[in-house]
């Protein structure tokens, strides 16, 4: 990221390279639409580009500081479009993306064991934990938009997403330092 | 907000999970100056959850222009600075220092109100328009609210809102220049003198859209929109001076 910093476009090639299919798989998750997403990912590079002074290795991984960032846009971008014709589109839990290329059969195996790890994670949180995460990690909702759809309390939603996410850092073994960039 | 509050949130801050409003305020804690009790470390660990929590998607590999694109951003936006920068020595002191109350401030701007026609024949080209701006001018009882110069602007920046009291809905549409590097424009809603923060104008070629949280809508009827330059972020209180401002007539 110093590099990135100091105007290196060939640094910032390299973090889209290792990072930016994930960028686009999780746009393409909040959004549903392959052309907002790509446009997401573009704007969170440049952003980078412009703004990689700013990070900071004590509050994250430069994978999570994108990722967050991604994330932080999908939303400004879901935000435009009406609420209620969201809700209408709400997928039980992940929504099918499709692939451009094909990954090696490394890659394949690399991303079958993480998938199969945060999937077992996942589905040791009770149902209703495990329902305030697919609404609000993978459809982009906020709580008060989840307390909407599922009727409960925010306060209720707001302990069940800080419960989740504890047991789901203590399942996949994430400390408070992170795991480095 | 306090250390253990953001601590006790912060995985909802960082999958962004929280209102504007209180995520604003969770971004200034974590950016004032401190002593701070874990919040950098607990945002590191709720980081790296939402890293970890991606492994679950399915793999997306980017078509094969989607970087050339980024680069082509990243080209404009040079151009824009070089430009700024050649043009700097002409703009004068940039940095404005009004200590005129915000209430005083909103009470001088004066009132502007155009229909959505009105719009249409005074110089916004229609191909210019996306589809929620378009509904938002055909829809009865939408203004056209042209924010003024109330001070000294850090970059050229020209701002309109349009805004519909009946829908509780407000689209800001601007044009001109980023803000200076390590900053952010940033937009308020202010009703009955307090300022509460709409979010940031990120200009992308030369032009920012935002959508105004309808929840600060349906408070009741802003008394004036304005913008101000904050730290890059945003600020849940403004710390400068507006140097946009428009009122919104009764």
Same mark, same amino acid.
């Given at each position: 990221m110093k590099r990135v910093a100091s105007s290196d476009r060939q640094a910032l090639r390299l973090l889209y390279d290792r990072y930016g299919g994930q960028a686009l798989s999780m746009a393409q998750a909040m959004l549903r639409n392959q052309g907002e997403a790509e446009e997401i990912v573009q704007d969170v590079f440049l952003e980078a580009w412009k703004r990689a002074a700013e990070y900071d290795p004590r509050r994250g991984?430069?994978?999570g500081w994108l990722l967050v960032l991604v994330r932080s846009r999908s939303i400004d971008r879901l935000r435009t479009h009406e609420v209620a014709a969201r809700l209408t589109q709400l997928n039980p839990f992940h929504p099918a993306v499709r692939s451009a290329e094909v990954a090696t059969p490394l890659e394949l195996v690399e991303q079958k064991q993480a998938r199969e790890r945060v999937r077992l994670a996942l589905e040791q949180l009770p149902a209703e934990q495990r329902r305030v995460v697919s609404l609000g990690y993978f459809d982009g909702l906020s709580q008060s938009e989840i307390a909407n759809v599922t009727g409960d309390p925010l306060g209720t939603v707001k302990t069940r997403v800080r419960l989740a996410m504890a047991k789901l850092s203590e399942l996949l073994g994430i400390g408070a330092k992170g795991e480095g960039p | 907000v306090t250390c253990d509050e953001f601590r006790e949130s912060v995985d909802a801050y960082a999958m962004s999970l929280l209102e504007p409003e209180e995520r604003a305020a969770f971004h200034a804690h974590l950016n004032s100056p401190g002593p701070h009790t874990g919040c950098d470390a607990a945002l590191a660990r709720a980081t790296e959850l939402v890293a970890v929590l991606s492994d679950s998607l399915p793999p997306a590999h980017p078509p094969k222009d989607l970087w050339s694109k980024i680069e082509s951003k990243i080209e404009a936006q040079a151009q824009v600075q070089a430009k700024a920068q050649r043009e700097?020595?002409?703009?004068?002191? =940039? =940095?404005? =220092?009004?200590?005129? &109350?915000?209430?005083?401030?909103a009470l001088a701007a004066g009132v502007a109100l155009f229909l959505g026609f009105m719009l249409r024949q005074q110089g916004v080209r229609m191909g210019e328009v996306n589809n929620e701006e378009r509904a938002l001018l055909a829809a009865p009882g939408t203004q056209l609210l042209e924010l003024q110069s109330s001070g &000294?602007? &850090?970059?050229?920046?020209h701002a309109r809102v349009l805004y519909n009291r009946q829908l509780g809905r407000g689209l800001v549409v601007a044009s001109g220049e980023q803000a200076p590097a390590g900053k952010d424009f940033e937009l308020w809603v202010i009703r009955g003198g307090t300022p509460f923060p709409a979010g940031l104008l990120r200009l992308e070629g030369g032009v920012a859209r935002l959508v105004v949280d309808p929840l600060l809508l349906r408070g009741g009827t802003p008394d004036v929109f304005a913008v101000t330059l904050e730290p890059a972020g945003g600020s849940s209180r403004p710390s400068t001076a507006p140097f946009l401002v428009q009122s919104v007539s009764g």
């Amino acid at each position: 990221m110093k590099r990135v910093a100091s105007s290196d476009r060939q640094a910032l090639r390299l973090l889209y390279d290792r990072y930016g299919g994930q960028a686009l798989s999780m746009a393409q998750a909040m959004l549903r639409n392959q052309g907002e997403a790509e446009e997401i990912v573009q704007d969170v590079f440049l952003e980078a580009w412009k703004r990689a002074a700013e990070y900071d290795p004590r509050r994250g991984s430069v994978r999570g500081w994108l990722l967050v960032l991604v994330r932080s846009r999908s939303i400004d971008r879901l935000r435009t479009h009406e609420v209620a014709a969201r809700l209408t589109q709400l997928n039980p839990f992940h929504p099918a993306v499709r692939s451009a290329e094909v990954a090696t059969p490394l890659e394949l195996v690399e991303q079958k064991q993480a998938r199969e790890r945060v999937r077992l994670a996942l589905e040791q949180l009770p149902a209703e934990q495990r329902r305030v995460v697919s609404l609000g990690y993978f459809d982009g909702l906020s709580q008060s938009e989840i307390a909407n759809v599922t009727g409960d309390p925010l306060g209720t939603v707001k302990t069940r997403v800080r419960l989740a996410m504890a047991k789901l850092s203590e399942l996949l073994g994430i400390g408070a330092k992170g795991e480095g960039p | 907000v306090t250390c253990d509050e953001f601590r006790e949130s912060v995985d909802a801050y960082a999958m962004s999970l929280l209102e504007p409003e209180e995520r604003a305020a969770f971004h200034a804690h974590l950016n004032s100056p401190g002593p701070h009790t874990g919040c950098d470390a607990a945002l590191a660990r709720a980081t790296e959850l939402v890293a970890v929590l991606s492994d679950s998607l399915p793999p997306a590999h980017p078509p094969k222009d989607l970087w050339s694109k980024i680069e082509s951003k990243i080209e404009a936006q040079a151009q824009v600075q070089a430009k700024a920068q050649r043009e700097e020595p002409k703009a004068g002191p =940039r =940095r404005t =220092r009004s200590v005129v &109350p915000w209430i005083l401030t909103a009470l001088a701007a004066g009132v502007a109100l155009f229909l959505g026609f009105m719009l249409r024949q005074q110089g916004v080209r229609m191909g210019e328009v996306n589809n929620e701006e378009r509904a938002l001018l055909a829809a009865p009882g939408t203004q056209l609210l042209e924010l003024q110069s109330s001070g &000294p602007s &850090p970059t050229p920046l020209h701002a309109r809102v349009l805004y519909n009291r009946q829908l509780g809905r407000g689209l800001v549409v601007a044009s001109g220049e980023q803000a200076p590097a390590g900053k952010d424009f940033e937009l308020w809603v202010i009703r009955g003198g307090t300022p509460f923060p709409a979010g940031l104008l990120r200009l992308e070629g030369g032009v920012a859209r935002l959508v105004v949280d309808p929840l600060l809508l349906r408070g009741g009827t802003p008394d004036v929109f304005a913008v101000t330059l904050e730290p890059a972020g945003g600020s849940s209180r403004p710390s400068t001076a507006p140097f946009l401002v428009q009122s919104v007539s009764g």
